[in-house]
């Protein structure tokens, strides 16, 4: 039963986006008349999901890279480089994953502003990244924690450097981790709406949550719902088969990283 209320609307979403709007009001629940891909067309065109779907995967990407960018190093320096203060900076992070950010949209909104930021893609990809910092060095700092140290303490014997033990020793074995927090941190990129509209002002800055707000905001002043469906249809794929296809990747990632831990 839960399946099915969670399956029908998505359904029924991929449906509607087939038809017209004058059969979506004539039979909203049956199956289309006629497969017609002329909503995908509309939206793709007439309501720029071109542009905000290209916006969408560069935020998704920049901000993807850029966490791991940030969490690796600090996960390795607050697992394996003890040092004073080294716990509490820990508990900081982890405390800030308790934190709701709507906390600090207004500061973040002034501090773009002033950084010249605002209303930027590359502004909004770091804010997307430092939002997931302390939940991705939360889970790294699981996995990093059952790698075995006598591993580093051969490589530094036979002369390798510390960034040379975390880039060619450290990071390999942490893979199942990594491809975790990279996806898990990309389907929120990906579908983050709030902060996008706060922080982008620019239409052909939009990003494809912001789009699909604005077509629904016109769909009902001129019934443009095939199109509305048509644009979810693009938004909602492609977190469908990134997730298909790491499914167990994640589901290992997330076990691994709750034992090790």
Same mark, same amino acid.
């Given at each position: 039963?839960?399946?099915?209320?969670?399956?029908?609307?998505? %359904?029924?979403?991929?449906?509607?986006?087939?038809?017209?709007?004058a059969e979506?009001?004539?039979?909203?629940?049956?199956?289309?008349?006629?497969?017609?891909?002329?909503?995908?067309?509309?939206?793709?065109?007439?309501?720029?999901?071109?542009?905000?779907?290209?916006?969408?995967?560069?935020?998704?990407?920049?901000?993807a890279i850029?966490?791991?960018?940030?969490?690796?190093?600090?996960?390795?320096?607050?697992?394996?480089?003890?040092?004073?203060?080294?716990? %509490?900076?820990?508990?900081?992070?982890?405390?800030?994953?308790?934190?709701?950010?709507?906390?600090?949209?207004?500061?973040?909104?002034?501090?773009?502003?002033?950084?010249?930021?605002?209303?930027?893609?590359?502004?909004?990809?770091?804010?997307?990244?430092?939002?997931?910092?302390?939940?991705?060095?939360?889970?790294?700092?699981?996995?990093?924690?059952?790698?075995?140290?006598?591993?580093?303490?051969?490589?530094?014997?036979?002369?390798?450097?510390?960034?040379?033990?975390? %880039?060619?020793?450290?990071?390999?074995?942490?893979?199942?981790?990594?491809?975790?927090?990279?996806?898990?941190?990309?389907?929120? %990129?990906?579908?983050?709406?709030?902060?996008?509209?706060?922080?982008?002002?620019?239409?052909?800055?939009?990003?494809?949550?912001?789009?699909?707000?604005?077509?629904?905001?016109?769909?009902?002043?001129?019934?443009?719902?095939?199109?509305?469906?048509?644009?979810?249809?693009?938004?909602?794929?492609?977190?469908?088969?990134?997730?298909?296809?790491?499914?167990?990747?994640?589901?290992?990632?997330?076990?691994?990283?709750?034992?090790?831990?």
């Amino acid at each position: 039963l839960w399946s099915l209320a969670v399956l029908y609307p998505i %359904f029924w979403m991929f449906l509607g986006s087939f038809k017209s709007n004058a059969e979506i009001y004539r039979n909203p629940w049956g199956l289309p008349e006629s497969f017609s891909f002329q909503n995908f067309i509309d939206a793709w065109s007439n309501y720029n999901i071109d542009t905000s779907t290209y916006n969408s995967i560069i935020v998704t990407f920049i901000g993807a890279i850029l966490t791991l960018i940030l969490a690796i190093p600090t996960a390795y320096a607050l697992e394996r480089l003890r040092f004073r203060g080294s716990n %509490f900076l820990f508990m900081m992070y982890v405390s800030a994953m308790m934190i709701p950010m709507v906390l600090g949209w207004i500061p973040l909104f002034f501090l773009l502003m002033r950084l010249d930021l605002l209303d930027s893609i590359i502004g909004l990809s770091v804010v997307y990244a430092v939002s997931q910092l302390p939940f991705s060095i939360f889970v790294l700092t699981s996995f990093m924690s059952s790698i075995p140290k006598s591993l580093e303490e051969s490589a530094a014997i036979d002369g390798m450097s510390p960034y040379g033990i975390l %880039f060619k020793i450290i990071t390999p074995l942490t893979s199942s981790g990594i491809i975790t927090v990279t996806i898990m941190n990309a389907i929120q %990129f990906w579908n983050e709406y709030f902060m996008a509209l706060i922080f982008l002002q620019t239409e052909s800055n939009y990003t494809l949550a912001l789009a699909i707000d604005y077509i629904s905001s016109e769909a009902q002043y001129t019934n443009a719902w095939g199109t509305l469906f048509a644009s979810l249809v693009f938004a909602i794929v492609p977190v469908m088969i990134l997730y298909a296809l790491f499914q167990r990747r994640i589901a290992k990632g997330m076990t691994e990283g709750a034992i090790k831990g």
